[in-house]
């Protein structure tokens, strides 16, 4: 365990924004609204986002910035954020997952327009409009073999190979996507697909899969479908239904762009009135480091137990992260220093810790704790009084915030102090406390060491100490005779042991040691080796910890957390949060951060 200096009660964030510029986006809308691209703010906002998540998994750090980037968007410009699930592929989607994704949109502070959405929802609009383009010979039923189609699509040098279904009558294809609908074939025996250039240099118009036969149950239609539409036809669709006016998605989608005004185009022609044509924006993913954010290896690291759930306080999921202690806000700074641009980068995590740093620094009220406890012994506390007397003092709740108020902390003969803020033999500069040195107990006594004990292994199992009764408070000492005044350079922290209360507590590092971890190569086999990256140290427990008693009530200032998250800082130690494991007589906290970035360059690891 790693003790800070002594006593930091202030956090600088030197990575935080300059000042304010607009993004592209933003200019995008700007100019929008100049133009009246999108009409006056009647019927339809000029500004309409979505958050239009599939429930595969739980919502990651990248989601949160997608999250604060498109409510933000409508939040500013005076229009409507929707969420809205994709949930077009039934084979990986859970319930499960739409409910905790809910619950994070919730938490994050996004207010969406209205009901939540389901991409299912609009599955038989979809199907009209498929019928549709076969109709006007722009889509065909495709009887080839998934690998037959695999290998006809040629590739970047080479045109693909028409397939031989492609001009069969609409008539044909009209029958045949109605019996894929009912259930008559089997999975992956034909596909609808869209005629539009198996020669384009873009892959994505190669005539495109728009549905494939799947029967298989869905969370919200049941066994009423046996045939699921693909991702690039539904997408665009779903925007279009919705009325919205600037699609944000992530570079990887640039390239499909082409494809999704193709679809709009198509429905539209010879149309009498056109459905509406959204805006895709692409910007560049998040991509913190020292995470991963893929769904898809994030359910690995669940399945294979490497972590507790999706919500372990290490994951760099929204839940995690909230569990750890990050609260809403943090994210939002993070997400707003991180920028929105269209150049693929990673992201100093660092940023996301220096923001709930900054963010808890001045909200959250400070504790002591002592997590490495030793017993000290006030050796001549009888000497000024009742030896079993107990004194308190007052110790401010937030030197940050007056409005906090205070507490009271209760001293008597026997404290316990971190067993590292004492050393046999210390060095000239260790502020601390060592035979025959002095130290300011915070908010209590100035004590010296006079004596420590070791057991029959050598380790030190007391510490005796005098104590200044002229220092109460923690106050300096009078002068002496000759006007001298007594310094002491060092002030720690300390739990009474008459009254401190046991805790665990888990000390939460970053889950991987590899600034880049997604990028490890896979092994031999082709596995995922970014597991070796894993930290061994991620999280170390510490089971005996010992809190001031007002760790252990919940005191109605303390409730103060709009999502109901006790957070604290622990002097000296950093930023802890009461977990979800945590009752009344079985107290656990998860540090959220330490209060310096041990990770930065030169620090000192
Ligand atoms: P993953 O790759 O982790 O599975 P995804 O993009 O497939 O993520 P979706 O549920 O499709 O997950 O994403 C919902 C929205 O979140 C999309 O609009 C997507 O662009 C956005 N998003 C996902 N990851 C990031 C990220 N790292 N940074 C910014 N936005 C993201
Ligand atoms: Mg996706």
Partial sequence: MHLSSPMPDTNTNPDEPKAESRNFIEQIVDADIASGKWGDAGDRSVVATRFPPEPN????????????????????????????????????????????????????GARWEGEVRFASDYFGQFYEWARDLIAKGLAYVDEQSPEQIRNNRGNVTEPGVNSPFRDRP??????????MKAGEFEDGSMV??????????????????????????HHRTGDTWHIYPMYDWAHGLEDSIEGITHSICTLEFENHRPLYDWFIDAINKDRGEPIHHPQQI?????????IITSKRSLKLLVDENHVTGWDDPRMPTISGLRRRGFTPESFRSFAKATGVTKYKGSHDIGLLEAAVRDHLNTEAPRRMAVL???????TNWG???????????NAVNNPNNPDDGSRTVTFGKEIYIERDDFMEDPPKKFFRL????????????WVTCTDFIKDDAGNITEIH??????????????PDAEGKVRKVKGTIHWVGAHDAVDAEVRLIDRLFTAEHPAKAPKDDEGGWSFMDNLNPDSMKVVRNAKFEPALASRTPSESAWADGIRRYQFERLGYFCEDRDSTQSNLVFNRTVTLRDSWAKNAGK
């Fill in 57 to 108: 998994g739980y919502l990651h750090i990248g989601h949160a910035k997608s999250i604060c980037l498109n409510s933000g968007l409508a939040e500013q410009f005076g229009g409507t954020f929707k969420l809205r699930f994709d949930d077009t592929n039934p084979a990986k989607e859970e319930q499960e997952y739409v409910d905790s994704i809910i619950g994070d949109v919730e938490w994050l």
């Fill in 170 to 179: 609409a008539a044909e294809s009209l029958d045949l996507f109605a019996r």
């Fill in 192 to 217: 609808l697909r869209a005629k539009i250039d198996m020669a384009s240099p873009n892959m994505n118009l190669r005539d495109p899969v728009m549905y494939r036969v799947l029967n298989a149950h």
């Fill in 282 to 290: 692409e910007f560049a993913r998040l991509e913190p480091t020292y």
């Fill in 372 to 378: 490495d406890p030793i017993k000290v012994v006030i």
């Fill in 383 to 393: 000497e000024h009084g009742d030896e079993s007397r107990i004194e308190e003092f």
């Fill in 434 to 445: 060592g035979p025959g040195r002095e130290v300011r107990l915070r908010y209590a006594y």
């Fill in 465 to 478: 100490c005098t104590y200044d009764p002229q220092t109460k408070g923690g106050e300096n000492p009078p």
